[in-house]
């Protein structure tokens, strides 16, 4: 499902149309302003133009949070091995029910520090 985040009153929305008219003095104000635009199709967002600078800021969000994630993943699969590797004696069955165990807890206090985050948790 995907999700539709509200922008905040401090963004702008524009039409399509006006967009058009006037995108060199848009492109101008975001620029120098830093703001970021949405732009409306038929009353809908469709896209939200920003300075450069701004995406920039978004890809290095966007790559730190898979750093993030793959590093969670690394943590995770060390964490299923640590456990192998103890409880060599215990059945597969026990493993899988100890390390899912080990795994929920993870991610459990990945979300408690605002680390992970998922989609079902953040408001519409």
């Known amino acids: ?4 985040l509200v922008a905040s009153p401090a963004i702008r929305t524009i039409s399509l149309d006006d967009a058009t008219r006037k995108f060199a003095s848009l492109l101008d104000e975001i620029v120098e302003r830093g703001e970021e635009v949405i732009v409306e199709r038929d009353d809908r967002p469709t896209a939200v133009i920003l300075s450069f600078t701004t995406y920039e800021e978004v890809l290095r969000l966007r790559q730190r949070d898979e750093q993030q994630r793959a590093a969670a993943l690394a943590r995770l699969m060390a964490l299923r091995e640590h456990v192998r590797a103890r ?21 459990d206090d990945m979300t408690r520090e605002g680390l992970l985050r998922f989609e079902r948790d953040l408001q519409p």
């Open 87 to 107: 409880n060599q004696d215990l059945t597969d069955e026990e493993v899988e029910e100890l390390t899912s165990r080990a795994v929920h807890e993870v991610i």
């Open 1 to 4: 499902m995907a999700q539709v």
